[in-house]
């Protein structure tokens, strides 16, 4: 007899499908009477309107568990009846992504029906294990003369454009999109006003960018666990296209967003701020997001994550803790894009740490020598602004003031302009070929 009853109880599921909300803090909910785990999912019932509001586990305490809505909070009240799903946040991955748009959670948003077979992945998955990364050894052609020519990508980089607000990052980010040589597109739009979501698909990406993209987007009125999330539903969906052995090109904006609502959810569960008010678990998180992209056994991910700079201060803590794990970095320069100069990329900041490794050695020379020139008039450029330098002071300044004009116009690009990799090295070797031979740090002859 109780060996009967002992069998027929190992088949009853140790969860308590019923609990009972407690109290509402903010955003925080705190209920009673479930077994769960951390990210599992619920579901708060309301007797008030028949609301349904999802709900993720985010902590618990002695006195229960901590919940954040993934839905508005509307018709919560004490007691409402909290049902545990037993499972967690996944997200569904096939072909059928390409030309979609998804929210934050990884479902179409277009109104476009399904999206026809799929199979359901983790949101967390660990990055490739290092030994089985192959080396970054082709260029990833962005369209982007400055980019291409003198701050040269590869396949499986990742790479950061830091910029402050209202400075061209969106149009950056789809001059690459619309022409960059990737098989699939990534694309998160995170944090970002409503009204921008459209102009970004229509003006930025185009429908020929569009055909082969996927956007995952979480507008910044959507709680702060959609935002966090909508990183890892389209890092997830970047990971399933790569290991169909394809190029990805995952574009993640911005990572600033994501580590504020990180922010909120942490202050709201009880973690210590730290650090300009984030608390010790963004800066965990950020390499554990950004460590998953990159070059794998069977595809490659090349991330480009932009980092919106509070107050245009490149060394803020998000922007500081980004740039040292990530292989590179764009700067984006208000001081440019004031004077009409776009894109605003301000090639002195900017470092790519492959480049060496993909460029010809015929290329490098070239890139090094435009740059010191930049280097140089930018060094006297007070001086020449109000007439004070004397042309003969010195070779290099004389030749950056005599190649100004061609070296501007090589950086400027319009929206809808793409050069290709081959012709912006052409276009850089030319400009440069004018210039009387010139060392790297040396003088000219």
């Known amino acids: 007899m109780v060996e009967t009853l002992l069998k027929r109880l190992e088949g009853v599921s140790r969860f308590a499908h019923y609990g009972r909300v407690t109290r509402v803090v903010g955003l925080v909910i705190e209920a009673v009477g479930l077994d769960v785990a951390l990210g599992e999912l619920c579901e708060i019932e309301s007797l008030v309107n028949g609301n349904v509001v999802p709900a ?54 277009d109104g476009l029906g399904g999206v026809g077979p799929t199979v359901r992945v ?44 209202g400075v061209g990052k969106s149009t950056l980010l789809g001059m690459i999109a619309r022409h960059a040589s990737a098989d699939v597109n990534v694309i998160a739009l995170l944090g970002e006003r409503g009204r921008e979501v459209k102009d970004f698909i229509e003006r930025a990406l185009g429908e020929e960018g569009l055909a082969r993209s996927v956007l995952v987007v979480a507008t910044g009125d959507q709680s702060a666990l959609i935002r966090a999330r909508g990183a890892l539903v389209a890092t997830a969906i970047a990971e399933f296209f790569r290991d169909q052995g394809r190029h990805v090109l995952l574009i993640l904006d911005s990572v600033t967003r994501v580590a504020m609502a990180w922010r909120e959810i942490g202050l709201a569960v009880g973690e210590p701020p730290t650090t300009r008010g984030y608390p010790p678990s963004v800066f965990a998180s950020l390499p554990r997001l950004l460590e998953r992209a990159g070059n794998s056994s069977r595809g490659a991910i090349t991330g480009i994550y932009s980092v919106l700079v509070e107050g245009d201060d490149l060394n803020e803590p998000v922007a500081d803790h980004v740039r040292s794990i990530l292989d590179g970095h764009i700067v984006l320069s208000r001081a440019l894009a004031s004077a009409g100069h776009f894109p605003a990329i301000d090639v002195l900041q ?31 450029e007070d001086l020449i602004s109000v007439g004070a330098y004397q042309p003969g002071s010195d070779p290099q300044t004389d030749l950056a003031i005599k190649l100004r004009a061609p070296m501007l116009k090589f950086l400027r690009q319009e929206p809808h302009e793409c050069t290709s990799f081959t012709d912006s090295v052409a276009e850089l070797t030319r400009i440069m070929a004018s210039a009387n031979p010139w060392r790297p740090g040396g003088s000219a002859e």
Request: charge should be neutral.
């Open 350 to 380: 900017s470092a790519s740490r492959v480049r060496n490794e993909i460029m010809t050695a015929e290329h490098q020379a070239a890139a090094l020598r435009f740059q010191g020139l930049m280097a140089a008039y930018r060094e006297r």
């Open 56 to 109: 993720e586990v985010v902590g618990f305490h002695e006195k229960g568990i901590l919940l954040m809505p993934l839905g508005d909070l509307e018709g919560v009240h004490p007691g409402s009846a909290v049902r545990h799903l037993g499972t967690s946040l996944g997200v569904e991955v096939g072909p059928g992504l390409l030309g979609r748009v998804l929210d934050g959670l990884g479902s179409p948003m």
């Open 122 to 165: 983790p949101l967390f998955s660990g990055p490739p294990n290092p030994l089985s990364r192959r080396p970054i050894t082709e260029v990833f052609e962005t369209g982007v003369r400055a980019l291409d020519a003198l701050l040269t990508l590869g396949k499986g980089q990742r790479i950061g454009v830091f910029s402050g607000s």
